[in-house]
């Protein structure tokens, strides 16, 4: 294996981990601040940090006027309305649920670019569909296949979902214009600006009544320099080496990683059926993958996009 090729790997399963974290983090954020807060916090921290990395190696640019409109609707899907789904989603549910529905992102992403973009969609993308929505059944279900899982809870996160879904296929078009910490920067800082009005609302008062709490506080600059700092870097310093397909068959071992975490931190439970369901889950995703040699000889893949 060549070193470029296993700085990329390392750097794939770094933002898989990191990413995984955060379902964790956010349920330990929680214990003495609102969703809202927490997210607030988590972007304006990130983008303060990315904004200074950024300023420090000259790499953030200046946004031409006619992407004004790509930044704001990129940054409404994601951060502003995929973490409303699943922030407000983890109250619901447990990390690993959420996890596996998440998870389904680059599943679903094809579909999204086949109608967006014309981009083909093969059977085995149908087929890892069809997989991962039967893991998924198991992972929410209980052992007598009635709805554990909250529906509120489940119906968020998969708002979450089909907002990563719009973020990507808005992104794909900012991608080859600007850098990777320049994107960053921007939709954090819009994030901040969309999620303002909604705080001083909703959650102001209760932040400032409520105590400092150490542990909850580490977990929201946990999420701000882990989970929306450097796993965005690490991701696409590894999409550039490995391409998106490769990459994301890392990132979708996040299912895993958030059950297992979840399990010593949080002390979910995790029963035989959910492990079960989170294999089924891996495994549709990694089917939808497969690739497969034409007449000529040549390989071809349906990429598959994330955020």
């Given amino acids: 294996m060549k070193n470029k090729d296993l700085t990329a790997i390392l750097s794939a399963l770094g933002a898989a ?27 304006a921290i990130a983008a303060l940090l990315i904004t200074v990395i950024a300023w420090f190696l000259k790499r953030l640019q200046r946004p031409e006027k006619r992407d004004y409109k790509l930044f704001f609707f990129m940054s409404m899907f994601e951060p502003f309305l995929y973490f409303l789904g699943e922030s407000y989603g983890l109250q619901y549910v447990s990390s690993t649920v959420a996890a596996v529905i998440v998870a389904t992102i680059p599943l679903l992403t094809p579909v999204a670019a086949w109608y967006f973009h014309k981009e083909k969609v093969r059977a085995m993308n149908l087929l890892g569909l069809l997989f991962s929505f039967v893991g998924v059944a198991l992972v929410v279900l209980n ?136 294999i089924v889950v891996v495994s549709g995703l990694f089917l939808s993958q497969i690739k497969k040699k034409d007449t000529n000889g040549r390989l071809k893949a349906v990429e598959v996009h994330r955020k």
């Fill in 143 to 278: 052992g007598s296949f009635r709805f554990d899982a909250s529906p509120l809870g489940v119906g968020l996160e998969f708002m979450a979902v089909l907002s990563a879904i719009a973020y990507a296929i808005i992104l794909k078009n900012l991608a080859s214009r600007y850098n990777t910490l320049t994107i960053i920067a921007y939709q954090n800082f819009i994030g901040v600006v969309l999620f303002l009005p909604i705080w001083l609302i909703v959650d102001v008062k209760d932040f400032i009544q409520t105590p400092f709490h150490p542990q909850a506080f580490r977990a929201i600059v946990l999420l701000a320099v882990f989970s929306s700092t450097l796993a965005f870097v690490f991701f696409t310093q590894s999409v550039r080496q490995i391409g998106v397909t490769r990459t994301n068959t890392f990132i979708n071992l996040i299912p895993v990683f958030v059950a297992v975490l979840s399990f010593f931190i949080l002390k979910d439970e995790l029963g035989l059926q959910k492990i079960v369901g989170i």
């Fill in 17 to 43: 981990f990191f990413w995984s974290f955060s379902f964790v983090w956010f349920k330990i954020a929680f214990i003495a601040y609102k969703p809202i807060t927490v997210v607030i916090l988590r972007l």
